[in-house]
């Protein structure tokens, strides 16, 4: 099961690995990289699709349930990616490259971020609330491995 989440959470971060061509195409200009990165097909539907069959090719036991757990990854990043910030995801690729999102937080809380953009990023309420959300499913994830009877054995000891 641990292995399981970390590869979910491995795959959930893989549609940001485009910021590494994005850094380099803007001369390691960040946040120009931030807002340009989503125009790769990483951050598009067909990318779920791709992690989720590349899956299904593993030879793991629980294939079917790996499998969904990375296309289903791939989707949750791309919906926060459409809700929070930035310009939104190329939902209807390969369709259209129209971006579709709510960029919540500089629609909410102002797009001024000049110099302290990192730091109002990593103390904005969204950004927290997203690690809220980590920390419950590590926490979940340390309770279920541990199961019900080693629980019971840490109160005896
Ligand atoms: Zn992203």
Same mark, same amino acid.
């Given at each position: 099961m641990t292995a399981l989440v970390l590869f979910g959470l491995a795959i959930g971060f893989a !549609?940001? =690995?485009d910021m590494v061509p994005a850094l380099i195409d803007s001369d390691w200009a960040f946040l120009q990289a931030v807002s340009e &990165?989503? =125009?790769? +097909? +990483? &951050?598009?539907p067909p990318f779920a699709l791709v992690a989720a069959v590349a899956t299904l090719l593993l030879r793991t036991r629980e294939r079917w349930l790996w499998g969904t757990v990375a296309g289903a990854a791939v989707l949750v990043h791309l919906a926060l990616d459409s809700i929070t910030?930035? !310009?939104?995801?190329?939902? +209807?690729y390969p369709y259209s490259e129209a971006f579709y999102g709510l960029n919540l937080a500089n629609t909410r809380y102002?797009?001024?971020?000049?110099?302290q953009w990192l730091v109002r990023y990593l103390t904005h309420p969204l950004f927290l609330s997203e690690m809220a959300l980590l920390a419950v499913a590590a926490f979940f994830a340390r309770r279920s491995h541990q199961g019900p009877l080693r629980r019971s054995n840490h109160k005896a000891v």
């Open positions: !549609p940001d =690995a &990165h989503r =125009a790769s +097909l +990483l &951050h598009t910030i930035g !310009p939104g995801v190329m939902w +209807l102002g797009r001024d971020w000049g110099d």
